[in-house]
C-alpha cells in the first residue's frame, strides 16, 4: 500500500526540480519532454479502431469486432483459454497455476476448464519440461509454465537435447509440436540475479527450437495462440514487466499473429532500430529524444517479435533502405541476439551500411540488483547509440 | 564497533568485552546472563525431552531424551531466538517502507532450526541452505548491521551489497542460495571436501519440502550415500512450498524418510532443544563413517513465503494462530528457562527489550549507510588479475578497462 496515491506522485515529481544524476534517470520524471514509461506509450493500442486498424488483424473485424481492455497476463489468460476451449487435447500446467499463478496469468482456467486439465506441479522445472514433452509425443497440446525464466535452466537439456531434436532423430516418425513452455523474463526494477534475466540467447543457438516474444496485450494473444498451435516447439518469453503495465483494447475473438515476421512499428528512412519485448518502449522514447534533439532525423523501428527464426528480410529490407542499425536488447552483450542479427546484417548489407552496427546491450555482468539502473540498456543509452550510427 | 551493552550494572561495559572476546564464536548479541540474576551460569540444567520429539528411520540408535546442557547456552540460544525474532521483524517493516526492495524471505518461526543447530555445531562444520537465510547468517556470526545493510544494498552488507537478501554468506556458511534445491548437491560436494581433507566435520544441506521433489535432490541423495559423505540432509519442513501445501506437492510426506536407502531421523522443529540433540546425534553418526542422514525438522513458518505473499491466500489465519500459541520456538524456550529457574520472566523480558535496542540501533546505522561504490558492479566477475582486458557495456562507447 503506497502511501502517496500514484496521481499524487505523478504531480509531485513533476514539481520535484530535475537532479544531476549519473545514470540514466527512472521514468518518473519527464526528461527533455519525453514521458517515458509503457503508461505513455504511443505503441499501445488504447481505442478498439486503434486495435483492429492493424493489417494482421483486418480479416477479424469483419466476423467479430469486439474488443475488450485488458493488460497482458489477462490476453495471456485469454489466449490459454481459448486454445483449451478450441483444442480438447490441451493442458496447462506448472508451480501454482491452478489458483491462477503468481502473475495471476492463468485465473480461472482451473474453475472454467477443469482439475484434469488446468493443474500444478511439484517444483521441479526438469520434471515439467520432461512430462510436457512426453505429452507433446503422444499429441497432447501441452503449454507449460516455468513460473521464472531464470529457472528455466534445470529444463535447459530438456528442451534442447529432447524437444528440439525430438522431429529429426526420429525421422519425423513422432514429434513435440505441441509444446508450449512460457515463462515470464526480463527485468522488473528489483528482480536482482534470479528474477531478472533474459536467457532468449541460450536457447537461440539451439535448432529445432523456436522463441517468441511479445510487446503488448494484442500481440501476446496472438502470437501466444500461434505459438499453441505451431507444430514446433516453442518456447515463450512473456516480460513481466508488462503484465500489467501494458493494457491494450484487445479483440475477443480467436486470432493469431504470424510467427517468424517482424513488425516494422514507425517508418523512418535514416537509421533502423530493433528490438522484442519490453526494451520497445524504451526504444520508442529513445527516438523519440533523437528526432527532437536530431531535428529531420526519421529512424524506423522493428519489432522481432519471433526471435528464432527471426525475420531476416524485413530487417535486411530496413537496413538496405537507411544504411544504419541499432539493436537493444536487456541480455548481455556477448553472445545475445544482437551479435547474431549484426553478422547477419553484415554479410548481408554490408556494402549498403554506412555506419558499424550499434548494439546496446546490458554490461557482460551477473544481472545485478543495487545496479540495475546502471545495468539496463535504458533510453539515453540507445539515443545515444542512434546518435553515434548517425553521426559516423 | 559500539558495545551495546548497557544494563544497569555499573562494570558490564568491561565485562562485555572480556566475556565476548573469550568466546570461542563472536557473539553478536549483547551478554544475555547480565541481565539474570541466576548464579553460576556455567551450571548444568538437566532437561528430558518430550518422548514424541524425534522419530526414526531405518536406524536403531535414536538420540538420548537428556540434556545437560549449561544455563549459559541455554540464556544465549534464548537471546539469539528473540534477536533473530526482532531482526526479521524489523525487516518487514523496513520492506513495507520500501527500505528494502527486491525479494525478501523471514524465517519468523523458524528460529528453532538455526539456534539449535549453530548450538549443536563445531566451527569446522559447514552449514548451507536456500533463500531463507538470515537467521543463519546471524548466528554464523553475521552483525545485524551488516544483515539490514546487506537487505538494503549498501555498502557494509555482508556481501558487499551486492547479494541481497537470498545470497548471505559467512564463514562456515555457505548461503544463502535462490536456486531451488540447487544448494543441496553442493553441500554434498562441501561434503566430500571434508571427508578427502580427513576432518572430523560435518556438512548440514538445507532444504524445504517444496525443494524436496527436485531431482538434483536424489542426485546428491545418491551420491552421498555411495561415497559415505559425512552430509546431513535437512529437510526444514514448514508445511508450505510458496503456497503449496506439503500434501499437494509430495507423494511422500515423511520427508525424513525420502532417503529411501538413506537413514533417517524427523525432529519436532519447533524446539530448539530437540533441534540441537538431533543435530549432535547427526553429526556424532555421519562424521563416524555411517555416511549420510536425512533429518526433517518440522516448523512452521508465520509470514508469507516471502514479503510479496501475505501468506494467508493458502491458509487459514486460525491456524497461523494455533501454532503461534501453541508451538512458538520462543516461548517454548521461555517456559523451559523459567522451569529450569535460569531465569524469571522479567529477566526474560529485559533480554527482549534489550534485543529490540540492539536491532533498532542497528537499523539506525543502515540506513544511515551508502549504497556500494560504483566499482563494485564490475569487481568479483572474476577473480582479481584474472579478467579480461575490458568488459564491455551497453554500447560500444562504454565498456570497463581493468588495466
Redesign the interface.
Known amino acids: 500500500m503506497s502511501i502517496i496515491s500514484k496521481v499524487a506522485r505523478r504531480s509531485i515529481s513533476i514539481r520535484v526540480s530535475q537532479q544531476k544524476r549519473g545514470y540514466a534517470a527512472g521514468t518518473a520524471q519527464p526528461q527533455d519532454g519525453i514521458q517515458q514509461g509503457v503508461a505513455y506509450s504511443h505503441l499501445l493500442k488504447r481505442g478498439p479502431e486503434d486495435a483492429l486498424r492493424n493489417p494482421e488483424l483486418a480479416h477479424i473485424s469483419a466476423v467479430n469486432g469486439e474488443t475488450t481492455k485488458m493488460n497482458l497476463f489477462q490476453a495471456v489468460n485469454d489466449a490459454m483459454s481459448i486454445a483449451l476451449a478450441t483444442d480438447d487435447n490441451a493442458v496447462v500446467f506448472g508451480e501454482d497455476v491452478s489458483f491462477g499463478g503468481v502473475f495471476r496469468a492463468t485465473t480461472g482456467l482451473a474453475e472454467k476448464f477443469g482439475k484434469d486439465r488446468v493443474f500444478n506441479t511439484p517444483l521441479t522445472e526438469q520434471g515439467i519440461a520432461g512430462f510436457a514433452i512426453g505429452m507433446a509425443a503422444v499429441g497432447h497440446t501441452a503449454i507449460a509454465e516455468i513460473q521464472f525464466a531464470d529457472y528455466i535452466f534445470p529444463a535447459f537439456d530438456q528442451l534442447v537435447n529432447e524437444a528440439a531434436k525430438y522431429r529429426y532423430r526420429s525421422g519425423n516418425q513422432f514429434n513435440v509440436g505441441g509444446l508450449t513452455v512460457r515463462a515470464p523474463c526480463s527485468a522488473v526494477g528489483h528482480g536482482g540475479h534470479y528474477h531478472s534475466q533474459s536467457p532468449e540467447a541460450f536457447f537461440a543457438h539451439c535448432p529445432g527450437l523456436k522463441i517468441v516474444s511479445p510487446r503488448s496485450p494484442i500481440q501476446a494473444k496472438g502470437l501466444l495462440l500461434a505459438s499453441i498451435r505451431d507444430r514446433n516447439p516453442v518456447i515463450f518469453f512473456e516480460p513481466k514487466n508488462l503484465y500489467r503495465a501494458a493494457v491494450e483494447e484487445v479483440p475477443v475473438a480467436d486470432y493469431e499473429l504470424p510467427l517468424g515476421k517482424a513488425e516494422v512499428l514507425k517508418k523512418g528512412s535514416d537509421v533502423t532500430i530493433v528490438g522484442y519485448g519490453a526494451q520497445m518502449y524504451t526504444l520508442e522514447n529513445a527516438i523519440q529524444l533523437a528526432e527532437k534533439k536530431m531535428p529531420g532525423l526519421s529512424c524506423e523501428l522493428i519489432d522481432l517479435r519471433t526471435i528464432v527464426p527471426w525475420d531476416v528480410d524485413t530487417v535486411v529490407e530496413s537496413v538496405n533502405k537507411t544504411g544504419r542499425l541499432v539493436i537493444a536488447h536487456e541480455a548481455p552483450k556477448s553472445s545475445g541476439m544482437g551479435a547474431e542479427i549484426a553478422s547477419t546484417i553484415m554479410e548481408r548489407c554490408f556494402l549498403r551500411l554506412e555506419a558499424p552496427i550499434q548494439r546496446v546491450c546490458g554490461w557482460d555482468t551477473p544481472f545485478p540488483l543495487i545496479f540495475e539502473k546502471f545495468y539496463m540498456p535504458s533510453m539515453i543509452r540507445c539515443f545515444d547509440a542512434i546518435k553515434t550510427s548517425v553521426n559516423y | 564497533m559500539i558495545s551495546f551493552c548497557t544494563t544497569t550494572k555499573t562494570t558490564t561495559n568491561l565485562l562485555c568485552g572480556i566475556i565476548s572476546s573469550a568466546s570461542k564464536r563472536a557473539f553478536s548479541t549483547s551478554v544475555p546472563w547480565q541481565f539474570t540474576s541466576t548464579q553460576n551460569i556455567k551450571d548444568n540444567v538437566h532437561i528430558t525431552l518430550p518422548e514424541d520429539s524425534f522419530r526414526m528411520f531405518k536406524l536403531d540408535q535414536s538420540p538420548d531424551l537428556n540434556i545437560d546442557i549449561s544455563k549459559e547456552q541455554l540464556l544465549d540460544m534464548y537471546t539469539k531466538m528473540t534477536t533473530m525474532r526482532r531482526m526479521e521483524m524489523t525487516a518487514d517493516g523496513m520492506y513495507k517502507a520500501k527500505k528494502i526492495?527486491?525479494?525478501c524471505h523471514l524465517c519468523t518461526g523458524q528460529e528453532a532450526v538455526s539456534v539449535g543447530m549453530y548450538a549443536a555445531i563445531e566451527e569446522d562444520d559447514n552449514v548451507i541452505t536456500a533463500y531463507r537465510c538470515h537467521g543463519f547468517t546471524y548466528v554464523h556470526g553475521g552483525t545485524i548491521t551488516s544483515i539490514l545493510e546487506e537487505l538494503m544494498?549498501k555498502r557494509n552488507g555482508i556481501s558487499k551489497?551486492?547479494?541481497?537478501s537470498?545470497?548471505m554468506f559467512a564463514k562456515s556458511f555457505f548461503g544463502g542460495n535462490?536456486?531451488?534445491?540447487a544448494q543441496v548437491p553442493l553441500g554434498t560436494g562441501i561434503a566430500f571436501t571434508q571427508k578427502y581433507l580427513g576432518l572430523p566435520a560435518a556438512t548440514f544441506a538445507l532444504y524445504g519440502d517444496?525443494?524436496s521433489?527436485?531431482?538434483?535432490v536424489f542426485e546428491a541423495f545418491n551420491m552421498a550415500a555411495l561415497w559415505k559423505l559425512p552430509c546431513v540432509f535437512v529437510c526444514e519442513n514448514n508445511k508450505y512450498?510458496?503456497?503449496?501445501s506439503d500434501k499437494?506437492?509430495?507423494a511422500s510426506t515423511e520427508y525424513y524418510t525420502r532417503g529411501d536407502y538413506i537413514p533417517g531421523i524427523q525432529v519436532d522443529g519447533m524446539s530448539a532443544l530437540a533441534v540441537y540433540r538431533a543435530c549432535q546425534f547427526a553429526k556424532e553418526y555421519t562424521v563416524s563413517g555411517n555416511g549420510p542422514l536425512v533429518m526433517e525438522c518440522r516448523t512452521y513458518r508465520y509470514g508469507g513465503h516471502s514479503m510479496s505473499d501475505p501468506g494467508t491466500?493458502?491458509r487459514t489465519r486460525e491456524e497461523i494462530q494455533q501454532v503461534r500459541s501453541s508451538a512458538d520456538p520462543l516461548m517454548g524456550m521461555k517456559e523451559l528457562l523459567i522451569q529450569h529457574d535460569v531465569a524469571t520472566e522479567a529477566e526474560l523480558k529485559a533480554i527482549d527489550k534489550e534485543a529490540r535496542k540492539m536491532v533498532d540501533q542497528a537499523e539506525k546505522e543502515a540506513e544511515a549507510s551508502s549504497?556500494?561504490d560504483?566499482s563494485?558492479?564490475?569487481t568479483d566477475?572474476y577473480v582479481e588479475g584474472s579478467e579480461p582486458n575490458v568488459?564491455?557495456?551497453?554500447?560500444?562507447?562504454?565498456s570497463h578497462h581493468y588495466r
Do not use: C, L
Not at chain 2, 512450498?241 to 503449496?244: E, F, K, L, S
Not at chain 2, 568488459?391 to 562504454?398: D, L
Open positions: 526492495r527486491g525479494f544494498g551489497g551486492k547479494g541481497g537470498m545470497h535462490g536456486i531451488v534445491g517444496g525443494a521433489n527436485q531431482g538434483q512450498g510458496m503456497g503449496t499437494r506437492s509430495s491466500t493458502y549504497d556500494p560504483m563494485e558492479f564490475w566477475i568488459i564491455r557495456g551497453r554500447i560500444p562507447s562504454e
